[in-house]
């Protein structure tokens, strides 16, 4: 258990050393107001606590990426374990943190916003578009998903259909909601389960000395899929998510403080990798390797792989907790999923969301596009996904990487990761049915070199923008709190 125990210990260490890194470079404004008081309207925009917002946020990034994505990744072998570390720490935590800080020095907005100030205003419709269809992909993934896990918990004596149905009522209820009258008084509780759940599945493993295997380079996939770019796209919320980029946002609006910052985005992220190795780590020990793995996957899916894994370690009784607190986490992010789409749109379109007949207007034409989303397969769901998810990322990575610039800081931090993560996703869809089907080494090239010409075209808009002075926070200075 040395690289399991050895990546958990790293990636709290990565909490303390380089967040704090992170958190310099961006240079925190502890008196500067937030978005929370200057914006407040008492729906979207409102104080909260850290602990309340830090776990609003774990629960609102997690999903079933941590879990459901290092399962599938564990077919890979230990190799997976270094990926969420490293990824975690250098890549995921960065991208969640600047998203977050970026959004509050600007009125709390939404990536396609902040992609059309800093990347210009194609990309504003571009990223509006995409991050659109991509909370979609999630809440419908996120609905699927829940809604498999507990009828396999009741053993069908309630119908699919039924657990779907009461899954969209919640969540339409969710996002029409002010934000502290569901999310804000529920998270905390499933945020509790949550952990419990996961530390439970951790301490069976070390009690029964799960034979966890050690750090090697090999690829273990029963089907010699390849390692890049297929681990960087199938372990992403674990890993890096830019899913996130459309979450942080609306904690970025219940924020009270800058300095919050590195334990709500960084942090939290931090908390998901953490739960992707706990998961990763259960996947490769118990099943008689990838081979066994493999076959449980095809057969039963991921769900499966999660019902024996947390009965196998916990019995009946705690497996069945362990059960509920996965099936908490998609549901977590699917209501979320929604209420971030219902705000991207209302910004987009100058739509005011104070009156529910409003939010009602935007949420019902969401609602119905993803219950006609629930028809298609999940693993066909799950591949578009990915690369919209991961493709995501590179978008708010690139956005973190000019704010930076033009603020004459440290934007490598971003940049480096934003650009693996490029070639990973450019590579993907080159190479994957779900897109070109290029032979791979044809895809690697064309994956270069439209790398390299987006990354020269990054330079060039980036030394622009620097000139042009362009704003890099909303002017608050007009701005008094009510007594």
């Known amino acids: 258990m040395y690289t399991f125990l050895a990546g958990i210990l790293l990636l709290i260490i990565g909490y303390f050393t380089y967040g704090k890194i992170v958190e310099k470079i961006f240079g925190v404004k502890e008196e500067r107001d937030t978005p929370a008081y200057t914006s407040s309207d008492g729906v979207d925009y409102m104080p909260m606590s850290t602990p309340r917002n830090s776990l609003i946020q774990l629960l609102n990034i997690a999903g079933v990426g941590p879990i459901f994505g290092p399962i599938m990744g564990a077919l890979y072998g230990p190799v997976a374990f270094i990926w969420i570390v490293v990824g975690c720490i250098f890549a995921g935590a960065v991208h969640d943190y600047l998203t977050g800080m970026i959004s509050i020095r600007n009125r709390g907005a939404h990536l ?171 996947a490769m020990s118990l099943f008689d390797g990838p081979v066994g793995l493999n076959e449980l996957l095809n057969n039963g899916g991921t769900a499966a792989v999660v019902s024996e894994a947390s009965t196998l370690m916990l019995g009946a009784i705690g497996g069945t907790l362990a059960v509920l607190g996965v099936i908490i986490l998609p549901i977590t992010s699917g209501d979320t999923a929604f209420r971030s789409a219902r705000m991207i749109i209302a910004d987009y379109i100058r739509f005011p969301q104070k009156k529910i007949m409003n939010r009602l207007w935007i949420a019902l034409p969401l609602f119905a596009i993803s219950i006609a989303l629930t028809q298609i397969d999940f693993n066909l769901l799950w591949r578009y996904f990915s690369w919209a998810n991961q493709s995501t990322a590179v978008i708010a990575l690139f956005v973190g990487s000019m704010y930076l610039f033009i603020a004459k800081k440290n934007y490598w931090i971003a940049l480096i990761p934003g650009t693996f993560m490029l070639m990973a996703t450019m590579t993907y869809i080159l190479n994957a049915p779900i897109g070109f089907r290029l032979p791979m080494n044809i895809s690697y090239i064309g994956a270069t070199i439209i790398t390299i010409a987006l990354v020269i075209t990054f330079f060039l808009a980036a030394v622009k923008a620097r000139r042009n002075n362009i704003p890099l926070e909303e002017d608050i200075t007009n701005w008094k709190k009510s007594a």
């Open 112 to 282: 396609p916003e902040l992609a059309g100030k800093f990347l210009g205003r194609f990309m504003k419709h571009v990223v509006n578009g995409f991050a659109v269809l991509l909370l979609l992909l999630v809440a419908t993934v996120f609905v699927t998903a829940p809604a498999d896990l507990l009828y396999n918990l009741m053993n069908g004596w309630v119908a699919l259909a039924y657990i779907i149905g009461a899954i969209f009522v919640y969540y339409l209820l969710a996002t029409l909601l002010p934000i502290d009258k569901i999310i804000g008084r529920v998270y905390p509780i499933f945020g509790a389960l949550l952990v419990i759940s996961a530390i439970g599945v951790a301490v069976g493993m070390i009690v029964t000395g799960a034979p966890i295997p050690e750090l090697t380079l090999a690829n273990f996939h029963p089907d010699n899929a390849p390692i890049f770019p297929l681990l960087f796209l199938t372990i992403s919320c674990g890993a890096i998510s830019g899913f996130h980029a459309t979450q942080t946002p609306i904690i970025s609006r219940t924020t009270k403080g800058e300095k919050q910052g590195r334990k709500i985005f960084y942090g939290m992220m931090i908390a998901e990798g953490i739960i992707a190795m706990i998961w990763a780590a259960a």
